[in-house]
């Protein structure tokens, strides 16, 4: 049996364009899937940023045990000023407290005070009249407005008689008599109102005075406790930077080693 041969067709100039595009893109589309390889002088750029990474961290390191230490040092320090001072938990930098304890009672006390002696200023300055006056008007004396009473009473039966009696008569002079003595008791209780008043203006005052010797005695111990306490308040200032430090350092080495461990830009 003899073989038939087909004979060979030649490619087209279009035919021949289209197949070496498609294998061009397939050569393109392999040589993409492949990473590129860094350069060696990019290699060397990400081993020295490495590097200074690594020395970065190792010097942050260094310095985050140095400030712990400084701050474990000065903790002991804190405590021991502490106890010695016999400073309790709760105490803040003393600021006068002293003064602030008294100085409220001590405004109470000057005002009553300057309230008294304004009073008995002005009623031991009055005329007799008046001032009886201004008793009746307060009503804060039960037996002085007793007496004004009685005083009221004896003084219109004296009128009553003298309309019908000689100034001479006995029972007129009698009852002269006891309206003067009713007058005298008026007036010998003005003065014990007024010496009441002073009594009260004078015990005021020496209240008054001792508040103030109090107020300033404290003002005294408190300055010379604050001094006193001076040391330990520096020392926990300092302890307090410390740990701002500290926790300072902390966060910059959290960074400093997040940002190592990310893998290195293309």
């Known amino acids: 049996m003899t073989a038939t041969f087909k004979p060979f067709r030649a490619l087209t100039p279009i035919t021949l364009g289209v197949c070496l595009l498609v294998l061009g893109g397939a050569a393109f589309i392999q040589a993409a899937d492949k990473p590129a390889r860094p350069t060696a002088e990019a290699e060397a750029a990400q081993a020295k940023r490495q590097e200074a990474q690594q020395r970065t961290i190792r010097v942050l390191e260094e310095q985050l045990a140095g400030q712990e230490q400084l701050l474990r040092e000065k903790q002991r ?71 004004m009473e009685q005083f009221s009473s004896a003084e219109e039966k004296l009128a009553d008689l003298t309309k019908t009696l000689a100034t001479d008569h006995p029972e007129v002079k009698q009852a002269r008599r006891v309206l003067e003595q009713i007058n005298l ?21 020496a209240g008054l005075e001792k508040l103030q010797a109090e107020s300033e005695k404290a003002r005294k111990v408190d300055a010379e406790l604050a001094i006193k306490r001076c040391p330990y308040y520096e020392a926990k200032r300092e302890l307090d930077s410390l740990q701002q430090t500290v926790e300072g350092l902390k966060l910059r080495l959290r960074q400093e080693k997040l940002a190592a461990a990310l893998p290195p830009k293309p």
Not at 103 to 109: E, G, K, Q, R
Not at 185 to 205: H, P, S, W, Y
């Open 185 to 205: 008791q008026i007036n010998n209780r003005i003065d014990g109102i007024l010496a009441e008043l002073e009594v009260r203006v004078a015990a005021q005052k």
């Open 77 to 147: 320090e804190v405590d021991s000023l502490k106890a010695e001072l016999q400073i309790p938990d709760t105490t803040l930098e003393p600021q006068t407290a002293g003064g602030r304890r008294w100085s409220h009672p001590l405004i109470d006390a000057k005002a009553e005070y300057q309230k008294l002696i304004t009073l008995y200023n002005y009623v031991t300055n009055l005329p007799l009249a008046e001032l009886r006056r201004a008793v009746i008007v307060s009503g804060t004396d039960q037996k002085f407005n007793l007496l």
